[in-house]
């Protein structure tokens, strides 16, 4: 009885995923929602994975990915990252995991992204200076068992834009739910995130709606071969339907090595001589005492590639 509640749970939001991406195959709001910087994977993991994490969730970017998973990290996680991102943006994520007893945790993160500078114009094409900006997201993320092998999660986060002088707030959601079969070797996820709004817009006049996101999962450890292999598919409000997956190589208890792809890096493909590459994933990880160290690389054809150093303390 609750195996089939929670297939049941996951086969719905599964249908949601799918129906909405058949409804807009060709997606006339592309581009039109607010902080496209929630789009963005986050950690080294999971994005090397080819940004397919809701299904297994079980570090401390289940925050970000799928907050259910963070029942199945067993005690007290932190974590900081460093991301080197195309076009001389740089980014950053900090989080936390604490126990809350009987199963519960709670998480805490912040996520960041700078701009850097650009030269800033007037009417006549001549340049009077630069221009900065970024977004920041806090969130506060709490989970906890629903039933045997069936987790739950929920996240909010508080979400801040800056354009030169202009500014905006919004805030949002994220719900996640997260099975595991009795078998220990596979689990399924999906998550709904970023539903929420604006407080105010970049200008007094307008407000543009959020990157909302469904999205499911699945995570297989392999029987008789050191492989853990994860898929996700899903679909943002102003973007077309994706998939992703990624292979993790355990077979060295202290290495860890990782590859993934995902069908949003078509989108970075112009005809150029480097998108080759473009979708693809790459990473490492090591393990040291209860250290964890992980890098992810991620070409983006001809606008460059990006870099991510994880580090996190689990005790």
Same mark, same amino acid.
């Given at each position: ?9 996951? @086969? ?5 995923? %799918? ?22 994977? @986050? ?10 994490? @809701? ?6 970017? #289940?925050?970000?990915y799928n907050p259910a998973g963070m029942s199945r990290i067993p005690n007290y996680a ?59 997201? %806090? ?15 929920? #996240? ?10 202009f500014t905006s707030t919004g805030m949002a959601l994220d719900i996640g739910i997260l ?39 699945? #995570?297989?450890?392999?029987?008789? #071969? ?15 339907? %994706? ?73």
């Open positions: 009885m609750k195996k089939k509640f929670a297939l049941s749970l996951l @086969v719905a939001l599964s249908f949601m995923i %799918f129906t909405t991406a058949n409804l807009s195959a060709i997606n006339s709001k592309a581009g039109t929602a607010a902080y496209s910087f929630l789009k963005i994977g @986050v950690g080294a993991r999971a994005v090397a994975l080819g940004n397919s994490f @809701v299904g297994m969730a079980d570090d401390e970017s #289940a925050i970000y932190l974590s900081t990252s460093y991301h080197n991102y195309v076009a001389d943006i740089q980014g950053g994520y900090l989080s936390a995991v604490l126990p809350w007893g009987d199963g519960r945790k709670l998480g805490f993160a912040i996520n960041y992204l700078n701009f850097g500078d650009t030269p800033e114009t007037n009417n006549a094409g001549q340049v009077i200076g630069d221009f900065g900006g970024g977004d920041l997201a %806090f969130t506060a993320a709490y989970s906890q068992p629903l039933m045997e092998q069936l987790y739950m999660g929920v #996240a909010g986060k508080f979400i801040y834009e800056s354009i030169d002088s099975y595991e079969f009795e078998d220990g070797h596979t689990s399924l996820g999906a998550v709904a995130s970023n539903l929420g709004f604006q407080l105010s817009g970049l200008s007094e006049e307008h407000k543009d709606p959020l990157p909302l996101m469904f999205k499911v999962g699945v #995570a297989h450890k392999m029987h008789g #071969a050191p492989l853990n292999i994860v898929a996700d598919g899903g679909k943002f409000s102003d973007n077309d339907f %994706f998939v992703g997956g990624g292979v993790e190589f355990v077979g060295i208890e202290a290495i860890r090595l990782r590859a993934g792809y995902n069908t949003v890096g078509s989108d970075y493909k112009t005809g150029g001589d480097n998108e080759n590459l473009a979708g693809l994933s790459f990473g490492l990880g090591l393990s040291i005492n209860k250290l964890a160290f992980d890098y992810a690389y991620v070409p983006f054809a001809d606008l460059g590639n990006s870099h991510r150093i994880y580090i996190a303390r689990r005790w």
